[in-house]
């Protein structure tokens, strides 16, 4: 299988170089040029990282079944508790996918634990010999699993940037706390903004890409519109259903509605490749918070970034441009020159318009919707006391998009996101609990309230020792690939 540009047909390249550049000349998003057909009697019974290893043997012919294997077996196991895959019975028709059980406690890590690894890979194969340098600008996950996934590999450095006030305490402790010689974490005075704009400044400047290059560095991007951090994605789509399969839940073949709090539109965008392999999919519902793009767009065909960002209790879905909407564009078309005009809009004036087929295409599969702060509190109190579900403000959205829907009739399965620990203190809230000025005090209220355990890992960033601390300003950022 070969993967080829959404701006640009001519473009083609095996599934290592589109993991290794990340971008494809020209600006446009690697896409696969054909899609395997799934099998899922065969799959049935099967363990999370057989039914992995099958999805990626048909995505990445270039590597060998045997390193699949051995990388799945390192990212999936231990390290996520032996909870890949986990889905938890809400309600009857009602199911929570937790994508949480991973070292960083959001679901970032299903593809930041095994994308690393097949780019170490990839770089192997194909004789990469100059270093890898990741800048990432995170509003809070990324970050930490990114740090995660990428410490300690031979030829890449990392540079992560997160803006000063601008991350739970948790997650800001995450980072601060990382070990691994090949990295480091700053704050950055200013906001998110100020923060990415930094990134894009270093990536287009030709005379940071010529000093880096004198010293052997090239520069990449670790964020989500990499193919290597969509695909493990679509495996626990597949995963999820075959459980509910095996649980009696549903029959085979039944389609089964996917709930996605999104953000990037990247872990949406894995379900929808899953529907397109064959998996009995109903409805994709794309769940937004008050940053309503996306809702905007399935309503009106109308994509319109040029608003205010608004900051929510669920930071990882504060975000303006969904940059793998574009793939859904590409996949709907099948037209570079359409997705390129529309991307040139959205570059040009802030915004685009799809033709109303499109529109109509794109809405068979998908639902959307949006719910505003206090909705994810109602939601939350709601998903405890009626089912006894602890969720996190990112979940919390997904659950209340969901309801606010006309019932299809189907079974639903909602992706949680994070662990509701990573946000005690909002969680706390909406329960009705006075929240607690310290945050392991805010975590140990949350265990006792909800009667959960806190995952470990956060719980220890109490007495880990702090290592970064530094506090830059946006331009000084510039600097720092040089310094790794
Ligand atoms: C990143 C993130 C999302 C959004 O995912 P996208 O792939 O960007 O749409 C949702 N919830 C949590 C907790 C996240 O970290």
């Known amino acids: ?49 057989q039914v992995a290893l099958a999805v990626l043997q048909a995505f990445l ?15 999936y196991g231990e390290n996520f508790d032996n909870k890949a895959g986990h889905v938890v019975k809400v309600t009857d028709g009602l199911f929570a996918l937790e994508l949480w059980h991973g070292p960083t406690s959001a679901f970032k890590d299903y593809a930041l634990q095994l994308m690393p690894k097949l780019l170490v890979q990839a770089r192997a194969m194909l004789n990469e010999t100059d270093e890898t340098i990741f800048m990432v600008a995170t509003s809070g996950d990324t ?7 990428y410490k300690n590999r031979p030829g890449i450095k990392m540079a992560v940037f997160y803006p000063e006030n601008g991350v739970s305490e948790v997650q800001r402790l995450q980072m601060a706390t ?13 906001n998110f903004d100020d923060t990415q704009r930094g990134i894009k400044i270093a990536f287009n400047s030709q005379d940071i890409a010529t000093r880096l290059l004198a010293q052997h560095k090239k520069l990449s991007s670790a964020n989500s519109i990499n193919w290597g ?13 075959l459980a509910l399969c095996q649980n009696g839940a549903v029959a085979m073949g039944q389609p089964v509605d996917f709930c996605v709090p999104t953000g990037n539109f990247g872990d949406i965008m894995a379900g929808y490749y899953a529907k397109l392999m064959g998996l009995p999919v109903g409805q994709l519902i794309c769940a937004s918070n008050q940053n309503n793009v996306l809702s905007d767009f399935f309503a009106s065909g109308k994509y319109v970034a040029k608003r205010p960002l608004h900051k929510t209790s669920s930071p990882s879905m504060d975000i303006l441009v969904s940059s793998n909407l574009e793939r859904l564009l590409y996949h709907e078309t099948q037209s570079p020159a359409q997705v390129s005009q529309w991307m040139a809009d959205l570059a040009e004036k802030g915004e685009y318009q799809v033709d109303a087929k499109t529109l109509e295409e794109i809405n068979k599969t998908f639902a959307a919707g949006w719910a505003d702060e206090e909705q994810v509190s109602e939601e939350i109190a709601e998903l405890k006391t009626k089912y006894n579900y602890l969720a996190d403000p990112h979940t919390a959205v997904a ?12 079974p639903v399965v909602v992706l949680s996101t994070a662990s509701p620990y990573k946000f005690s203190g909002k969680v706390l809230q909406a329960l009705g609990q006075v929240v607690p000025a310290d945050e392991f005090d805010a975590i140990a209220k949350l265990e006792q309230v909800s009667g959960t355990k806190a995952p470990a890992a956060l719980t220890a960033l109490k007495t880990k020792p702090v290592r970064f601390t530094q506090v830059i300003e946006a331009d000084e950022m510039l600097e720092v690939p040089f310094t790794l």
């Open 229 to 241: 951090r969509l695909l493990p994605q679509i495996v626990y789509y597949i995963t999820s259903y």
């Open 61 to 75: 012919p270039d590597y060998a079944p045997d390193f699949l294997q051995q990388a799945l077996d390192d990212s």
């Open 399 to 410: 659950f209340k998009v969901w309801r606010n829907l006309p019932a299809s009739g189907r």
């Open 143 to 149: 970050g930490k699993a990114a740090l995660e996934g």
């Open 1 to 49: 299988m070969n993967y080829t540009s959404t701006r640009d047909a001519a473009q083609k390249v095996t599934a290592q170089q589109a993991i290794l550049k990340g971008l494809a000349p020209g600006g446009g998003l690697f896409v696969p040029t054909s899609l395997p057909g799934l099998n899922l009697q065969t799959l049935l019974g099967k363990t999370y990282n």
């Open 178 to 190: 990382q070990q691994g010689d090949n990295l480091a974490v700053y704050a950055v005075k200013g």
